[in-house]
């Protein structure tokens, strides 16, 4: 393109007129935030416990059975994971991740009983 415009004949020195709002007198005011969790191990290493917590019960049943549950313990198939969670104080997690299934299946025998009168009495 080699068309040549004319001049629109407004003064260049002349600046336009400046409109004072309220959003002009934040100008350059700028917020940044840096969130401290996303690189915090702590935090990571509690929600790689609290997701490991949560796959225990499964796992548990799975390793021993369901009719370890139902048939040995007598717990109700739609109680399972109540009365893990029941036996959990006890300390079956920590045994658990320590290998010591003998020591878990014990508990859970024994504390099946107690459970079973607490569940009959509702």
Known sequence: MKIVEA???????????VVNTVANSFEGVGVAAKIPFKDS???????????????????????????FFFEKLKIPAENYFHFLE?????????????????EVIKILERESVSYLKIIKKD
């Not at 929600?47 to 369901?66: A, P, R, W």
């Not at 029941?86 to 290998?99: D, Q, R």
């Open 7 to 17: 001049d629109d004949n407004i003064d260049k020195r002349v600046r336009p007129q």
């Open 41 to 67: 191990e702590r935090l990571w290493a509690l929600l790689k416990e609290l997701k490991q917590k949560e796959e225990f019960s499964y796992k548990i049943i799975s390793e021993l059975g369901e009719n």
């Open 86 to 102: 029941y036996c959990n104080p006890l300390g079956i997690y920590k045994l658990h991740k320590e290998s010591k299934l003998i």
